[in-house]
């Protein structure tokens, strides 16, 4: 049973890890660099760090009361620190989305 909650912890872990290392790793310095050159006006902190929070705060509740579950997430962790590169295309077209003012000033 240990080994089914540590393959599921795997799996969510995946996500989880994607959206931290993603938000802080690819989104953050794509936003920061938009908001220095002018292309954005305004910084959306609590969509970016929400996402970012949420997840740690998931990770931490798993390492308290689910052991088996955290040592997954531990093995996803490793996995998705290898795919920081792949979350950064992943993270324009997410900015592209949340942020209309970029996609405007693109087809000028």
């Known amino acids: 049973m240990e080994i089914l909650i540590g393959l599921a912890g795997l799996i ?25 050159s002018g292309d954005i006006k305004q910084i959306k902190w609590g969509q970016l760090l929400g996402s970012v929070v949420l997840a740690s705060l998931i990770l931490l509740a798993a390492a308290i009361w689910v052991k088996p579950f955290f040592a997954g997430a531990v093995v996803a962790g490793a996995i998705m620190l ?19 003012e970029i996609s405007s000033h693109d087809k000028k």
């Open 12 to 36: 969510v872990g995946l996500f989880l890890w994607s959206n931290i290392y993603g938000g802080l790793f690819a989104t953050l310095p794509i936003v920061m660099k938009l908001k220095k």
């Open 82 to 100: 290898f795919n920081i590169g792949k979350l950064r295309g992943e993270a324009r077209e997410n900015i592209k989305r949340d942020y209309p």
